[in-house]
């Protein structure tokens, strides 16, 4: 009798117990009713406790698994607030020309796949930033190489190299007549085929003038088999989820992905096959978005591993290839302020079905115009709903900002989602294209946005960057460029806003700080363990801080060592 009653009792304390403790460390919690502790227990998916070592061995039976983080850090899981996720994974299918010095490398890579791939195969690559190259390709036209010399190595395969940014494509000779592109070839609305002095296609092809060859590739692309398509899809999603999981990032907003991806990304949830958690924005025509506005909203698909409750427009183009909208002229190109990419009028319907419908809006603005118009733009719906509260309607990446405009983003309610790593990513351009001035008052401005009561929400924008919350923290919170030069310091965050800004900003960003970006009992359990403090460091040591394990729902998602 006794033995059943002890075998009882056992039965009644598994129930109970924890699924996963981690103790003897230190836990950031972020929760301000309780900061900080040493040990945190995770039981069904959620932070069941959190105290002390002594009290989580009350919650500790026979199949916890218990960590002892050894003095190491457990902080909120990672949320990168703004990246490309499937392009996170094709970027590992492609040429990885991020680390390229100059232009020669860039050929000579090309020639390497050229010299394997089959006839007429399309060679695919990007990362790359002609700002920081150490060198100036020769011949140029406006610091952008001519296509020749891409076209000599590969004649007989089109190659299309996608810029740093994602707003620009290079492309050689092959890849023009697969597109039709020639001298005589217009510039198609929002976008500009760079021409030569004798009026010759270069190969730049900006920011809507990428479709040409994109299309032509996608042509290609559709003629394999719905299979081999599948698998591709497939083969992406789990690249990405490896990435993004191996740098300790659990949640992950997406900037904008079709419904046929949207579908794939569903169908995983539903199987439980989605390891880090997704907040995506729908990329769709007006058309489709008011017909099926109700049928592709989602919210906590898959156990809170999928939402869909926002849309992606996009207002103007990016910096590096003078694509940003700007008020006034480049200070390095005075015949030109940037482009306007899609049209405002259709964005301005996009804000009444979003409105309609219950999605946040998110419009991509980089430079102080683009940004002006969208605040505009948001103003005019706003006030034409005022019984519509909390939207929390986003500016990706709200780079470059009129002074002026710098306090309407808390006036208005708007959520700067912005990437740090950017700022000392692109600091050598920012003063020859906008001047010392502007670049003062308005470049990545996030010390004015916060103290103005904004919301900035932080991200990397990968693959443009790396993905890799270590090295944009560091940038947030030091402003310090890869060389070593201070790039406006004063707009510094402090230590604990940036580790925020990576947590409970984005969390908030996308209606999700119930369930995430803090760890208090009652949330999501999803934790990412440090091999150090990044509040407490020194300054030089931030970027030596390794990710140790990555925990989505109380599993162990990715281990250092595995």
Not at 1 to 28: E, N, P, Q
Not at 218 to 241: G, H, N, W, Y
Not at 258 to 264: G, N, S
Not at 443 to 462: E, P, Q
Request: charged residues 25%; glycine residues 8%.
């Amino acid at each position: 009798m006794l033995r059943l009653l002890f075998a009882a009792l056992l039965v009644v304390g598994s129930s109970t117990a924890a699924d996963l403790v981690l103790r003897g460390g230190k836990v950031i919690t972020l929760d301000p009713s309780v900061p900080e502790a040493s040990a945190i227990a995770v039981t069904n998916g959620r932070i069941s406790a959190i105290g002390s070592d002594a009290q989580m061995a009350r919650e500790i039976g026979p199949a916890t698994r218990v960590i002892d983080l050894k003095g190491r850090v457990a902080i909120p899981g990672f949320i990168d607030g703004h990246a490309h996720f499937t392009e996170i994974g094709e970027a590992k299918t492609i040429l990885n020309l991020r680390n390229a010095r100059n232009w020669d490398e860039i050929v000579a890579m090309v020639a390497a796949a050229a010299h394997e791939a089959k006839p007429g195969e399309w060679i695919a690559g990007g990362g790359w930033h002609q700002e920081k190259w150490d060198k100036r390709p020769e011949p140029n036209v406006r610091g952008f190489p001519l296509e020749e010399s891409l076209s000599r190595v590969s004649p007989n395969n089109p190659v299309l190299l996608t810029h740093a940014s994602g707003h620009a494509v290079f492309v050689n000779r092959a890849a023009l007549t697969r597109a039709g592109v020639t001298r005589a070839t217009a510039d198609p609305a929002g976008g500009e085929i760079l021409k030569d002095s004798l009026g010759n296609p270069t190969g730049l092809l900006n920011e809507g003038a990428q479709a040409l060859a994109r299309n032509a590739m996608a042509r290609d692309l559709a003629k394999r088999t719905a299979v081999e398509k599948d698998a591709e899809a497939q083969r992406v999603i789990d690249l990405a989820s490896a990435e993004i999981l191996s740098k300790g990032i659990t949640s992950f907003e997406d900037a904008g992905s079709p419904p046929d991806v949207i579908a794939r990304l569903k169908a995983r949830a539903d199987k439980g096959l989605l390891a880090p958690r997704l907040w995506v924005m729908l990329r769709i025509s007006n058309a489709e978005f008011a017909f099926n506005a109700a049928k592709y909203r989602v919210i906590g698909d898959g156990d809170n591993h999928l939402t869909v409750r926002a849309i992606k427009r996009y207002m103007d183009g990016a910096l590096g290839s003078r694509g940003a909208w700007m008020l006034e002229p480049y200070a390095d190109l005075p015949s030109s302020s940037g482009l306007n990419v899609e049209d405002l009028k259709d964005i301005e319907q996009t804000a009444q079905i979003a409105i309609e419908n219950g999605y946040q809006l998110c419009v991509h603005a980089i430079g102080d115009r683009a940004n002006r118009e969208v605040l505009n733009l948001y103003e005019r719906v706003f006030r034409e709903h005022p019984e519509k509260k909390d939207l929390r309607w986003r500016i990706e990446h709200a780079q470059h900002l009129n002074p002026q405009d710098i306090p309407r983003f808390a006036k208005l309610g708007v959520i700067a989602a912005m990437q740090g790593i950017h700022a000392t990513s692109d600091a050598a351009m920012v003063i020859p294209r906008l001047g010392q001035k502007r670049a003062q008052e308005g470049a990545y401005v996030w010390r004015s946005l916060i103290d103005s009561g904004a919301h900035v929400a932080n991200g990397t924008d990968a693959p443009v960057e790396d993905d890799d919350p270590i090295a944009n923290y560091y940038a947030t919170v030091t402003r310090r460029t890869s060389s070593g030069d201070l790039f406006f310091p004063a707009q510094r965050m402090t230590r604990l806003e940036g580790l925020r800004s990576y947590t409970v900003e984005p969390a908030y960003a996308a209606f999700e700080e119930n369930l995430k970006g803090r760890l208090k009992v009652g949330m999501l359990g999803d934790i990412t363990v440090l091999s150090q403090d990044l509040l407490t460091v020194p300054e030089q040591e931030i970027l030596k801080t390794r990710v140790e394990y990555t925990i989505v729902g109380g599993k162990i998602a990715w281990q250092s060592g595995r």
